[in-house]
């Protein structure tokens, strides 16, 4: 076969068989402009036909095609089974995911797609014998091939230049699904990163941090517990209005509940350093924040003893100068297996940890929370309540309403977890004054619109990834230490609120007093007394 020819099937299998998602994002986004969608078409294959006919070179064409067909046929089965976009935080959070959090995704659906999509048509590119012209002679004739080609994109976009202007530049995930460069260049974008990462030198903040009258008054160490979730969406909490109550004891306990609370991202590599960097979602940067010292840090400053018990995938940095301790490790624990462990594990330590406590603390838990798609994973069999639920990672083999039920049994037993660290606080209040606050990093789509799970973009992100929950709660020493008026609390239940709060609010908590700190955006300032 000529290389001509092959470069045709390779554009022709990539461009049908591999982006399915993308072409029905595309005809969506085009709506009833027609004559542009198909301009906008033709020019794409022509593209696409163009550079495989560039590196239609001896030694380089077979390994080029190959590796466009393996990023496709893989990256397309994120995006054809749960609409999710392969972007730069995808790239990341696949680099950094444990062994056990990718096992859930390789399941017997995947392999049999990277079967049919990636591995037969390699192998079929292998197998083909392509026959070359002289380098002189194959230079004018691809020459011939890719200059027309050219023309005609040209003269397609041009017909049709305002509606194809207006689909790309007002919906930028369109192209960041296209397989294969939007993969690839998400992959790209993240290896700049870490070049630009390693050399980053970690600027101080907060230096001038002290404690307030008030933490310096009390005669009881000052313990605030942050827990960071993971995936649970503000929608599906009893608290908030969900038709089934997923929060007993949290609501027995009568927390604090802000119930307009979005998220600074759609994905825990954007939104954990978010959250605790200072930064608002506006101004906020991967850059910005591995450059500058967290919250963490700040309160260290201040004299606070801080550290991060982890459950999940890591601190994303947010540790890396305090005491950081990995919880899902411990083989020999009964609620661990397969390199996981249920948010339980962090409760006997906790209940060790406030017996011994001497100086004001801060202990940050970072939840595995809600992480799917092996939802029935998050939760023991006492709190499997809701039924039937999903007991597969393959979501699609699974009824919607067994997705949720799976989905609604973690966050009833994150609701157990939370409750438990606030009755541990509460057990040990004649020696600490304690108080618990809890925000997710992201939410999660469990099938509308044909998305699942998380990581859309954010200006695309429907509600269910960026509406998260807030709750707080707070032991009566605490209250009357920080002259905290929970009651007045409660009257700012439905105020907008954000991971902006979140630094500021903790360093309330702690009465820490720093030029860093924005007393406009502590969500519990207007019902404290400051001092």
């Given at each position: 076969m000529g290389?001509?020819?092959?470069?045709?099937?390779?554009s022709?299998?990539?461009?049908?068989?591999?982006?399915?998602?993308?072409?029905?994002?595309?005809s969506t986004y085009?709506?009833?402009a027609?004559l542009?969608?198909?301009s906008?078409?033709?020019?794409?294959?022509?593209?696409v036909?163009?550079?495989l006919?560039a590196?239609s070179v001896?030694?380089?064409?077979?390994?080029?095609?190959?590796?466009f067909?393996?990023?496709?046929g893989?990256?397309?089965y994120?995006?054809?089974?749960f609409?999710?976009?392969?972007?730069?935080e995808?790239?990341e959070s696949a680099v950094?995911?444990?062994?056990?959090?990718?096992?859930?995704?390789?399941?017997p659906h995947f392999?049999?797609?990277?079967l049919f999509?990636?591995?037969l048509?390699?192998?079929?590119?292998?197998w083909?014998?392509?026959?070359?012209r002289?380098?002189?002679?194959k230079?004018?004739?691809?020459?011939?091939?890719?200059?027309?080609s050219?023309?005609a994109?040209f003269?397609l976009?041009?017909?049709?230049f305002a509606?194809?202007?207006?689909v790309?530049r007002?919906?930028k995930?369109?192209?960041?699904l296209?397989?294969?460069?939007?993969?690839?260049?998400?992959?790209?974008?993240y290896?700049?990163?870490?070049?630009e990462?390693?050399n980053?030198v970690?600027?101080?903040f907060?230096?001038?941090?002290h404690?307030?009258?008030r933490?310096?008054?009390?005669?009881?160490p000052?313990v605030?517990?942050v827990?960071a979730?993971?995936?649970?969406?503000?929608m599906?909490?009893?608290?908030n209005?969900?038709?089934r109550?997923?929060?007993?004891?949290l609501k027995?306990?009568?927390v604090?509940?802000?119930?307009?609370?979005?998220s600074c991202g759609t994905a825990t590599?954007v939104?954990?350093?978010?959250?605790?960097?200072g930064?608002?979602r506006?101004e906020?940067?991967?850059?910005k924040a591995h450059s500058r010292?967290?919250?963490v840090?700040?309160?260290t400053?201040?004299g606070v003893?801080?550290?991060?018990?982890?459950n999940?995938?890591g601190?994303?940095g947010?540790?890396n100068?305090i005491?950081y301790?990995s919880?899902n490790d411990?083989?020999?624990s009964p609620?661990?297996?397969g390199g996981?462990?249920l948010?339980?594990i962090?409760?006997?330590?906790?209940?060790?940890r406030?017996?011994t406590i001497?100086?004001?603390?801060?202990i940050?838990?970072?939840q595995l929370?809600?992480h799917?798609p092996s939802y029935?994973?998050?939760y023991p069999a006492?709190?499997?309540k809701?039924k039937?639920?999903?007991?597969?990672p393959?979501l699609?083999n699974?009824?919607?309403?067994?997705?949720?039920?799976?989905?609604?049994?973690?966050?009833l037993?994150?609701?157990?977890?939370?409750a438990?660290?606030?009755?541990l606080?509460?057990?040990?209040q004649d020696?600490v004054?304690?108080a618990?606050?809890?925000?997710?990093?992201?939410?999660e789509?469990?099938?509308?619109n044909?998305?699942?799970?998380h990581?859309?973009p954010?200006?695309i992100?429907?509600k269910?990834?960026?509406?998260?929950?807030?709750?707080?709660?707070?032991?009566?020493?605490y209250q009357?230490i920080?002259?905290?008026d929970?009651g007045c609390l409660l009257q700012?239940?439905?105020?907008?609120?954000s991971?902006d709060?979140?630094f500021h609010?903790v360093?309330?908590m702690m009465?820490i007093?720093?030029?860093?700190?924005?007393?406009?955006l502590d969500?519990?300032?207007?019902?404290?007394?400051a001092?």
């Amino acid at each position: 076969m000529g290389s001509i020819s092959l470069s045709a099937i390779g554009s022709i299998y990539l461009l049908v068989a591999t982006n399915l998602t993308f072409w029905s994002r595309a005809s969506t986004y085009f709506g009833t402009a027609k004559l542009g969608l198909i301009s906008f078409g033709l020019g794409l294959s022509l593209l696409v036909f163009v550079v495989l006919t560039a590196v239609s070179v001896k030694y380089l064409f077979k390994p080029v095609l190959i590796f466009f067909i393996v990023v496709s046929g893989v990256c397309s089965y994120f995006a054809d089974t749960f609409g999710v976009i392969v972007d730069k935080e995808m790239v990341e959070s696949a680099v950094v995911t444990t062994t056990a959090e990718a096992g859930h995704l390789i399941t017997p659906h995947f392999l049999l797609h990277v079967l049919f999509f990636a591995v037969l048509p390699s192998l079929f590119v292998l197998w083909v014998k392509v026959v070359h012209r002289r380098f002189l002679a194959k230079v004018l004739y691809n020459l011939a091939v890719i200059v027309p080609s050219l023309v005609a994109v040209f003269a397609l976009a041009s017909v049709n230049f305002a509606s194809i202007a207006y689909v790309i530049r007002d919906h930028k995930d369109m192209m960041k699904l296209f397989n294969p460069t939007g993969p690839i260049s998400a992959a790209v974008r993240y290896t700049g990163s870490l070049y630009e990462d390693a050399n980053i030198v970690v600027a101080p903040f907060g230096m001038d941090a002290h404690a307030g009258d008030r933490l310096a008054a009390s005669k009881k160490p000052v313990v605030v517990v942050v827990v960071a979730g993971e995936t649970a969406r503000a929608m599906n909490f009893s608290l908030n209005g969900y038709g089934r109550e997923t929060n007993p004891e949290l609501k027995a306990l009568g927390v604090v509940n802000f119930r307009q609370t979005t998220s600074c991202g759609t994905a825990t590599s954007v939104s954990l350093p978010c959250m605790f960097s200072g930064y608002t979602r506006q101004e906020y940067t991967e850059w910005k924040a591995h450059s500058r010292q967290n919250l963490v840090d700040v309160l260290t400053h201040a004299g606070v003893s801080v550290s991060w018990w982890d459950n999940n995938t890591g601190s994303k940095g947010i540790a890396n100068l305090i005491n950081y301790a990995s919880l899902n490790d411990r083989k020999k624990s009964p609620l661990c297996k397969g390199g996981e462990c249920l948010d339980a594990i962090f409760l006997d330590g906790l209940d060790q940890r406030l017996a011994t406590i001497k100086q004001d603390t801060v202990i940050v838990l970072h939840q595995l929370g809600s992480h799917g798609p092996s939802y029935y994973l998050r939760y023991p069999a006492e709190y499997r309540k809701f039924k039937p639920d999903c007991r597969t990672p393959e979501l699609m083999n699974c009824k919607p309403e067994e997705i949720v039920n799976a989905y609604d049994n973690t966050i009833l037993y994150t609701d157990h977890i939370l409750a438990s660290v606030a009755k541990l606080l509460e057990k040990h209040q004649d020696t600490v004054a304690g108080a618990m606050i809890y925000m997710s990093d992201h939410g999660e789509s469990l099938g509308e619109n044909g998305l699942y799970l998380h990581g859309a973009p954010y200006a695309i992100a429907p509600k269910e990834q960026t509406h998260v929950p807030f709750i707080a709660w707070f032991s009566k020493p605490y209250q009357s230490i920080m002259g905290l008026d929970t009651g007045c609390l409660l009257q700012y239940s439905d105020a907008a609120m954000s991971h902006d709060n979140l630094f500021h609010t903790v360093l309330g908590m702690m009465n820490i007093q720093t030029g860093v700190y924005n007393r406009g955006l502590d969500a519990f300032a207007a019902c404290s007394v400051a001092g």
